[in-house]
């Protein structure tokens, strides 16, 4: 069998490091914001090239916090409307609503699933005040193009850099600076992963990285001083203690997954299967590596029975999910297509020769 993501063995190399600095965490005495955010922020700012880090909770939440952020310097306010890409997971779109804007989401690229660049020049209207740019699957959408648009308009843009830790444009700068400011999450299965959840957010903006360390903390300016209505979503010391060990190996690792999906583009042969658009650069980091197959049900059906696992992401368009049902009347058949037919195949830096070229020979027999 070969598994779709086997988590500890991504973390084995690391356990030795992880138990290390764990007693050290232990005899600290400090688990709450601490040294180790402190350096992790400071580490993650470093490698985006950007002036800030701030931890938080989650992806989820790192996206929320910048919007409530911008919300409080007065950038933004409550019922203002960002266009979002209608295909993403659920998590991108529920940020903008539970910082109480409103979602319009437009149909994406059909070549690289991120935001068409046409779709969103003519749904810009005089009511859109941000822009929410995902980096799906870990290719960078088109950020030049993007910025040159918004630019002129006077836009707020936001990267959901959830999947793209590392991914890099032509000239060498890093998803999380491609924008006013972006969140990063550090689920357990991304390109840069925790031990449980976590997340961050970058930017160049002082004023909003001061603002996103206090709502992240109560809204506190020092202890027991609240200076405004904020939450509790703080990056956990121990988790960023790990991220900070692993930081080290980002770029190695996400070399290690290009180099596997040159091998599935060149090597995977079949009419029944589409395979994803990469322009060959570091502008794609293949946090998944996914593809379009004809009558899907029958091609995960035929994948199980050769011991290879997949996933699906995502099964259902987040406007057609029970939680969005506001949105359930929208026609946007390019999203649906793409949710019915997208199928992720294994791709991370554990996976071997011999794995990589049976999970090769089994698509092809499709």
Do not use: W
């Not at 909003?208 to 992240?216: G, S």
């Not at 988790?239 to 060149?266: G, M, S, T, W």
Request: hydrophobic share 40%.
């Amino acid at each position: 069998m070969i598994e779709f993501l086997n988590l500890q063995s991504i973390n084995k190399a690391y356990e030795a490091k992880f138990k290390l600095e764990f007693e050290k965490f232990l005899d600290s005495g400090y688990y709450i914001l601490g040294d180790a955010v402190k350096k992790f922020e400071a580490n993650f700012a470093s490698y985006c090239k950007t002036k800030y880090c701030v931890g938080v909770g989650n992806g989820l939440d790192a996206l929320t916090l910048i919007f409530k952020a911008y919300i409080q310097l007065g950038k933004l306010k409550k019922g203002d409307e960002v266009i979002v890409p209608a295909n993403t997971y659920i998590a991108t779109i529920l940020a903008i609503i539970q910082a109480g804007l409103k979602p319009k989401l437009i149909e994406p690229n059909t070549k690289t699933y991120n935001l068409d660049i046409e779709e969103l020049e003519k749904s810009i209207t005089n009511k859109t005040k941000a822009i929410l740019v995902v980096h799906l699957y870990g290719q960078l959408a088109n950020m030049d193009a993007i910025n040159t648009i918004t630019k002129d308009k006077n836009l707020i843009v936001i990267e959901d850099a959830a999947q793209a830790h590392g991914a890099q444009n032509k000239n060498g700068v890093k998803a999380g600076n491609l924008s006013d400011a972006a969140g990063f999450s550090f689920y357990p299965t991304k390109n840069l992963g925790a031990l449980g959840d976590a997340g961050a957010v970058t930017t160049n903006d002082k004023y909003l990285a001061d603002i996103i360390k206090k709502l992240r903390n109560y809204g506190t300016s020092s202890k027991y001083v609240n200076d405004i209505v904020g939450e509790n979503s703080r990056l956990d010391e121990l988790q960023a203690l790990f991220l900070d060990i692993k930081l080290k190996d980002l770029d190695k690792h996400n070399l290690k997954r290009v180099e596997i999906a040159k091998i599935y583009l060149e090597n995977i042969s079949n009419k029944k299967i589409n395979l994803p658009y990469f322009s060959g650069k570091m502008d794609h980091v293949f946090h998944q590596f996914v593809i379009e197959v004809d009558y899907r049900n029958r091609f995960l059906e035929h994948m199980k029975t050769h011991g290879i696992g997949t996933l699906v992401h995502y099964p259902i368009a987040p406007h057609k999910q029970e939680a969005l049902l506001n949105y359930k009347d929208l026609y946007l058949p390019t999203t649906e297509n793409i949710h019915e037919v997208v199928v992720s195949l294994p791709l991370h830096p554990c996976l071997n020769s011999k794995e990589i070229k049976e999970i090769i020979k089994v698509v092809n027999k499709y």
